[in-house]
């Protein structure tokens, strides 16, 4: 049925001309912006990958839209948790086990029954073929009972597991991916089939367009979206006051403008970081001194006066976001002031060649921060050349190595701090990820995870925080105000702790259904 449906669609599509901005193809009409039957959503970048958990793009957008049309055992709304594919559920201490009672009746976008075996088998198969949002090495089994339940049994106690797990997995249907081997190569329609309030109907990667249409079977209502699209933008703010797209993300310039035009318009949190890599495996920044002096170098507050306008915070040195409730506060950490002169000193003991010729590689919508920090690092003396390129280029050469320096960013960091994990140490998501190797950091962030104890957890987070900001692998430039503009036809709100694992945007699925 949706190979036939998306067969059809992309036909007419053939046929009649699409605009960029994604507004109607006149023979369609659910795209004739009828406001109670369509809803657009620009997006400056547009594409983010095939909407399967292991086609999209691992960065929060690829995860948001893989969320339309996969379900969680467990969800978020503004104020915390909430029931999805699990009604409820339990952990035993005892045990170190949770239960999750899974709803009756519901079903996947195909008609079959969702049942407790397409549970355990999504562990099996994500333990085989693991995702970039989270980890299961924690599962030591899961199991079934025929009363609708699913426990799962933990090798230690994992204080984030609801938040990181259980509301990030998206359970997959074992009659679509059993005999999937190579689950990244797997785009056909069946790779969408999911139990989400939206089904995929199309989809273009050139012009970073989707559309998905609601599921009339879902478990909590029928979406009051009939179709919803999501379409690539080049000026958010001129496409909204068009009537082009419903919801975008604008600059701050913009916001007076758009709200005396009627348009809802929020502040996000600060929940995304803009932060300098350093390349610690190789010289010169195989050393912690020289790793500070750079960053003694850099004038934070100039940053985000002259890049952002004003329009957001200089960066934490511990990476967790300034309005976050598990900061450590200013106090805590070192202070990293602007100070040419001091850079140059330490460099200088550190035995640095000022004759040695840098590359920052930057993300290229983040050109005008690479010009400012090229200029203060000249201003201590150093040569620094500055290259801009796409977010897969730079993640790519990030996650191989292949850089002196580089600018780049993501949300999380407002979230559940067990997200450090992925960009302090390890190897989860090594385009973002500092990787850095050091045993008292890894035993807090080890610890951190173990203690359920939320106070004490807290303790553990702040001192990780420090080391981290001692150590500095990577240092974080600033943390950027982002604002979200929208029309009345959908009440948008930001998630407890970002979506899924802490992505700082407001477009949360609940939104979309009757009653929210």
Same mark, same amino acid.
């Given at each position: ?32 912006? *009828? ?24 960065? &929060?957008? &690829? ?21 999805? @594919? ?11 086990? =949770? ?15 969702? $049942? ?20 299961? *090495? ?10 609708? !339940? ?23 249907? +074992? ?14 329609? !069946? ?61 701050? !310039? ?46 934070? +507050? ?13 960066? $934490? ?9 598990? =900061? ?19 460099? !200088?003991?550190?035995? /640095?060649?000022?004759?040695? +010729?840098? +590359? ?21 003396? @150093? ?48 385009? @973002? ?10 035993? @807090? ?22 080391? /981290? ?8 430039? #600033? #943390?950027?105000?982002? =604002?979200?503009?929208? *029309? ?9 702790? &970002?979506? &899924? ?16």
């Amino acid at each position: 049925m949706l190979k036939k449906a998306a067969v059809l669609f992309l036909f007419g599509a053939m046929i009649c001309l699409m605009l960029v901005t994604g507004t109607a193809c006149t023979g369609d009409p659910h795209e004739a912006g *009828d406001p109670a039957s369509t809803y657009i959503i620009g997006d400056e970048q547009g594409d983010w990958g095939y909407p399967s958990p292991f086609a999209a793009y691992p960065r &929060g957008p &690829g995860f948001l839209r893989v969320s339309y049309v996969f379900d969680t055992l467990v969800w978020k709304d503004s104020e915390g948790f909430t029931s999805a @594919l699990a009604e409820e559920w339990v952990f035993d201490e005892e045990e170190n086990s =949770y239960t999750f009672q899974l709803r009756e009746g519901v079903k996947w976008h195909d008609d079959t029954p969702f $049942s407790t075996r397409d549970v355990v088998f999504t562990v099996e198969y994500l333990k085989e073929h693991p995702l970039p949002w989270f980890s299961l *090495d924690i599962i030591q089994e899961v199991t079934e009972t025929e009363d609708g !339940e699913v426990k799962i049994y933990l090798q230690e106690p994992y204080a984030p597991f609801i938040n990181n797990v259980a509301g990030v997995m998206p359970i997959l249907p +074992e009659h679509v991916w059993d005999d999937v081997s190579d689950p990244g190569e797997f785009i056909e329609p !069946e790779a969408v089939i999911g139990t989400g309030p939206y089904q995929l109907e199309e989809y273009q990667r050139e012009q970073g367009r989707y559309k998905f249409t609601a599921f009339p079977g879902y478990y909590l209502g029928e979406p009051k979206v009939e179709t919803l699209l999501m379409v690539k933008v080049s000026e958010p703010h001129l496409a909204l006051q068009r009537g082009d797209v419903n919801y975008a993300m604008v600059q701050a !310039e913009a916001v007076e403008t758009l709200e005396e035009a009627g348009f809802q318009v929020v502040e996000g949190t600060h929940d995304w970081n803009l932060k300098l890599m350093f390349n610690h495996r190789e010289e010169p920044f195989n050393q912690v001194s020289v790793r500070r002096a750079f960053a003694q170098a850099l004038d934070l +507050e100039e940053l985000v006066d002259r890049a952002l306008r004003g329009h957001g915070l200089p960066g $934490s040195p511990g990476l967790v976001s300034p309005d976050s409730r598990w =900061y450590a506060g200013s106090d805590a950490l070192p202070d990293y002031a602007h100070d040419p002169d001091a850079a140059i000193d330490m460099l !200088e003991e550190a035995g /640095y060649d000022f004759q040695k +010729e840098l +590359e920052l590689l930057v993300l290229a919508d983040y050109s005008r921060e690479a010009e400012l920090l090229a200029g203060q690092l000249r201003e201590a003396g @150093l040569e620094v050349r500055t290259r801009a390129a796409e977010s897969s280029v730079v993640d790519s050469r990030v996650r191989e190595w292949k850089f002196d320096l580089a600018v780049t960013g993501h949300g999380g960091v407002g979230g559940d701090p067990e997200v450090l994990n992925r960009f302090m140490v390890g190897q989860g998501s090594p385009h @973002l990820n500092a990787r850095y190797e050091h045993a008292e950091l890894e035993e @807090l962030l080890r610890a951190q995870g173990r203690e359920m104890d939320e106070a004490k957890r807290k303790e553990l987070v702040h001192d990780l925080q420090r080391i /981290y900001a001692e150590e500095i692998p990577a240092y974080t430039l #600033h #943390h950027p105000t982002w =604002y979200y503009a929208y *029309d009345d036809q959908v009440d948008w709100f930001f998630t407890h702790d &970002g979506i &899924g694992t802490g992505t700082p945007l407001p477009l949360n699925k609940l939104a979309l259904l009757e009653g929210s």
